[in-house]
């Protein structure tokens, strides 16, 4: 599948935010000393061991302060922790000491560690631009695909209406690529379905949203074999999604279960659906596992604060 374009919340979106190794001019360290340091600190902020990771980066920093690699990891790893103010300090040094080739994954990183205190505005400050660079060069599908993560963004903030704008801005934006093939096409109407029928559930509006779920199916079954093969555990997803929001927790328990067990925001709604159905060890179950998670993206924005919150309140209460 053309990595172009695929689903924004699949993440689709995990590489996006890895901690490249890139030499920085002005590091007063040697080069590979600084990269080899960074390197440790991605292994161990991706194993969990976010102290540890953070002494590794601070090292980094001492004997080169400008590197943006170190920055980018350091904040990264504070954002896991739940230090959002100390994450920022560094993810803001990481774009100002970036190249212009790398400033825009400092500035979604920035972006995301919004998105897990749930602050969309705050995160469009830094979603917007990139959007609007890329249209300007004409970069159509690629604009579309922040586009389609700032309304996630949005979405799962609670601001509907800006979600809704924003879906609809990423797709009218990826239909303006020149001589679109038609099963292209249909991936793109897919999007949309899928994102109409998840912010009519959040709104309550059950036949709606199923109406959606039905457009988005018929669009599915127009795309390509590749792309299809590739869509089709986001099928159950955004049928979960819709069946949770509507209140029937076992369908959404039952869908979600056919869903990508490694996203870690679809375990956050099998956790809450569990819940919802007073089954609290599976629901603890389930946030245990998010939190064993640790990547920097959209899903985990949005799961990984209120899995911290569940395990903690369980744990006080034991």
């Known amino acids: 599948m053309r990595t172009t374009i695929r689903f924004c919340f699949a993440l689709a979106v995990l590489g996006m935010f890895a901690v490249p190794v890139l030499a920085q001019a002005g590091a007063s360290a040697p080069a590979s000393d600084t990269a080899d340091l960074v390197k440790q600190g991605r292994k161990l902020s991706s194993e969990g061991k976010l102290d540890e990771a953070l002494a590794v980066y601070n090292k980094a920093l001492q004997t080169a302060p400008d590197s943006f690699e170190a920055h980018l990891g350091a904040g990264i790893a504070l954002d896991l922790k739940g230090d959002y103010g100390e994450a920022r300090r560094h993810l803001q040094k990481a774009i100002d000491v970036a190249s212009e080739e790398a400033k825009p994954q400092a500035m979604r990183s920035m972006a995301m560690s919004y998105a897990f205190e749930g602050k969309a505005g705050e995160a469009a400050k830094y979603e917007q631009p990139l959007f609007d660079g890329r249209l300007a060069k004409q970069e159509f599908t690629s604009a579309a695909e922040i586009a389609n993560e700032l309304a996630r963004i949005y979405l799962e ?58 457009a988005a199916k018929a669009a599915l079954d127009q795309t390509s074999a590749e792309d299809r093969k590739q869509q089709n555990p986001f099928f159950p997803y955004l049928t979960g999604y819709v069946a949770f ?30 819940e919802k159905s ?13 939190l064993q998670i640790n990547n920097h993206n959209p899903t985990n924005a949005f799961a990984r604060p209120l899995a911290k919150k569940k395990v903690a309140e369980a744990g006080a209460g034991s």
Do not use: C
Not at 278 to 290: M, P, S, W
């Open 278 to 290: 007073g089954n609290q060890t599976q629901a603890r179950e389930y946030y245990g596992k998010i």
């Open 157 to 214: 903030s609670g601001d509907l209406d800006n979600a809704a704008k924003w879906y609809k801005t990423g797709y009218e934006t990826a239909l303006r690529k020149a001589n679109m093939p038609q099963t292209e096409r249909a991936l793109w109407d897919f999007r949309w379905e899928h994102a109409q029928a998840r912010i009519a559930a959040r709104r309550g509006r059950r036949d709606e949203a199923q109406k959606h779920v039905a």
């Open 245 to 274: 929001y509507s209140g029937d927790y076992a369908t959404a328990i039952a869908d979600l279960q056919e869903a990508n067990q490694r996203d870690p925001f679809i375990l956050s709604l099998l956790a809450q659906a569990y």
